[in-house]
């Protein structure tokens, strides 16, 4: 069964986070809206090009039909004190980067119990600020649950805060953050899950180009733009050398860690 308004903590969640953009005074601009399901399960395959876009989607999904969206969080964040305790309270799922089947079943059953799951196939923040290659997770649990993939791009939502770079508290304010959410992709097992899942990454491709199209404030020079629009973004080949070399250097550490 779909929980509208039944979680306290998520309540206090969403007021803070509601408070915080007002506060900030965050410009949201939503087109296909009608898209997110007023019932059942979803999943929600969202973009990933700053560390609030979690915060943003739940945002719209609540002023849109009152939801409460159950993302599917790293396992070390779940591990942080007070961090942990409100991600449990709100239901998120943990994923164990290196063990996931736990996290695959937990949200197949979410899914079939009516839940609306946020998910970002890409993996992590798009330091380029370009839709980077996706993984399957998304397309495949939606077609063993049997409900939709709902394609959320989110525009803008990075220069509030993202990887590696960052904005002072006075460039944050009056940020417009777009979200363009597309018409639902119903995967069944029998799919090709590769073939769909490059269906949706062509998809959240074309839906973030018409969010830039229309993005009001010009990002010529600016660093969160993309180097491909004048921006001073890496490009993805760039970033992914970054990446690379981020990940290696944590698994040394951890490896050192445990010697």
């Known amino acids: 069964m779909t929980r509208r308004g039944a979680d306290p903590i998520y309540g206090v969640a969403i007021g803070a986070g509601r408070t915080l953009f007002g506060l900030l005074?965050?410009?949201?601009?939503?087109?296909?809206a009608e898209h997110l399901p007023e019932t059942g399960g979803a999943v929600l395959a969202i973009t990933h090009f700053g560390y609030l876009d979690f915060a943003l989607t739940e945002w719209v999904v609540w002023m849109r039909n009152r939801r409460h969206v159950r993302f599917l969080a790293t396992k070390g964040a779940f591990d942080k004190p007070g961090v942990g305790f409100l991600l449990r309270g709100m239901r998120h799922i943990p994923v164990d980067m290196k063990a996931g089947a736990d996290a695959y079943r937990l949200a197949v059953r979410a899914l079939r119990d009516g839940e609306m799951l946020g998910i970002f196939p890409e993996g992590g923040v798009s330091a380029s600020?370009?839709?980077?290659?996706?993984?399957?997770?998304?397309?495949?649990?939606?077609?063993?649950?049997?409900v939709p993939v709902i394609p959320v791009a989110v525009w803008g939502g990075q220069r509030l805060l993202t990887k590696a770079v960052g904005s002072t508290l006075r460039q944050k304010f009056g940020v417009p953050v777009g979200?363009?959410?597309?018409?639902?992709?119903?995967?069944?097992?029998?799919?090709?899950?590769?073939?769909?899942?490059?269906?949706?990454?062509?998809?959240l491709q074309s839906l973030v180009?018409?969010?830039?199209?229309r993005y009001p404030t010009d990002g010529t020079g600016a660093w969160w733009q993309p180097a491909r629009l004048g921006g001073t973004a890496p490009t993805p080949e760039v970033a992914a050398v970054a990446e690379k070399a981020r990940k290696e250097r944590k698994a040394r550490e951890a490896a050192e860690k445990r010697a």
Do not use: C, N, W, Y
């Not at 370009?130 to 939606?142: D, F, H, P, Q, T």
């Not at 180009?209 to 199209?213: A, Y």
């Open 179 to 203: 979200f363009a959410i597309g018409a639902p992709i119903l995967p069944s097992e029998t799919d090709d899950a590769a073939a769909v899942t490059r269906e949706l990454q062509h998809t």
């Open 129 to 146: 600020f370009e839709v980077r290659e996706l993984k399957s997770g998304a397309i495949r649990m939606a077609a063993e649950a049997g």
């Open 209 to 213: 180009h018409s969010l830039q199209e």
């Open 25 to 32: 005074g965050v410009k949201p601009t939503v087109t296909g």
